[in-house]
């Protein structure tokens, strides 16, 4: 397939696969102690699965400042070194939290924390700019989003950041950032379980990238059947907005009796399972490019490769809605 993909209205060229580093940030916590991370993960395998995604042609990594409580931008950072400028780097900013004992302690909207945000941000990724900076406060008022957009608009003319994007799954938020002259993306979740067909149209609309977090629907797309033993991934106490796992952290029934159903045309090709939902993405819309997460140079091999293997058929699209009754 064609292995690039334009950021939205940007004229950055990326790789049509991004690496979301969430779980390379490892363990962090809400104030309550609910886990907020993946689980325990080792710093020098994140750094060479990192590598190992660059040289399989990956030049799109998305973090956020909270991610481990500033941890992932960290890794991230050490893991790209001398070769930060072969890649794309998103980040986003508007939580709070202790670095020290790694908890979230809050949100902060104001234009003075978001400027403060990223400073830091830059620090630890150890570079003097980002490409894409992405509001983190997905149901932020959208008045007080159009003064954050409008800030980033100073970035960009600081030179600070190339573009920006508001991570939220409601098409009306997304909107006001997409009136920006320099907006080039929405990030927002998609996977085939899970569609977004308001948020897509006004990606077609607005011209932005489409950037799809959960496109891996938490590992149940990649295969994973049973809850995280982990006491330190997010799975093993859920919440509320965390679809497909039920109480006690295992797999909703009905989910996999879904991916169960769809398995032989996700499989297709030679296929992994992983490799069928991100090829599901690829085919939903030009402008989709899914961002799965990684804590293994494994898990890293396996992702890139779904690349190799290109978007499903329309009419395997077609055959998904069907088995799924959409």
Known sequence: MEITRTLGRSGIDISALGFGC???????????????????????????????????????????DTYGAGHSERVLGRALGKRRDDVVLATKWGNVFDEDTRTLTGSDHTPEYARRALTASLERLDTDHIDLYQLHLSDLDPALAAELRDLCEEFVSEGLIRAYAWSTDDPARAAVFAEGEHCAAVQHALNVMQDAPEILALCEESGLASINRSPLAMGLLA?????????????????AWLQGFGD?????????????????????????????????????????????????????EQNAGAMEKGPLTADQLTEINRLLAR
């Open 22 to 64: 969430w779980a390379i940030g490892g363990e962090w916590q809400a104030a309550d102690g609910q886990p907020l991370g993946w689980g325990k993960v080792d710093d020098e395998e994140s750094v060479r699965a990192v590598r190992r995604a660059l040289d399989l042609g990956i030049t799109f990594f998305d973090t956020a």
């Open 223 to 239: 295969g994973k059947r049973q809850g995280p033993k982990d006491a330190g991934d997010i799975r093993s106490r859920p919440p």
């Open 248 to 300: 006690g952290a295992s797999a909703d029934p009905e989910w996999l009796a879904r991916i169960d159903a769809l398995k032989e045309i996700l499989t297709s090709e030679g296929r992994t399972l992983a490799q069928g939902a991100l090829g599901w993405i690829w085919a939903r819309s030009p402008r989709t490019v899914p961002i799965p997460g990684f804590r293994s140079v494994a898990q890293a």
